[in-house]
């Protein structure tokens, strides 16, 4: 849902080095975010395919962690900081 030029961008990386590492990066955030909305990001009825700015950013958010700590994610700490994020949008149940 967010682009590997978006996330890019984000992490202000300049080269293509790590694409792969930072797509893998970003499929896993998207995963970790759906899973604290306990929905798919595709449920989000939007027209253009964009997602809303606050989950885009939490998606950011977990690939920089992934990113910068990718020896040693604190898993736990990333799920709570994204449920504290997407409280507004997140379901009570599956």
Known sequence: ???LE?????LR???????????TFITAAEDIVEGVLRFPLSDFNVDDGVLPELVKTT???AVSQF????????VRKLQETSALLLTAYRNKEW
Request: proline share 0%; hydrophobic share 35%; no cysteine.
């Open 1 to 3: 849902m967010v682009t």
């Open 6 to 10: 978006e996330t890019k961008a984000f």
């Open 13 to 23: 990386l300049d080269s293509d080095h790590e694409d792969t590492l930072v797509t």
């Open 59 to 61: 998606i950011w958010y």
């Open 67 to 74: 990113y910068e700590f990718r020896e040693n994610v604190d």
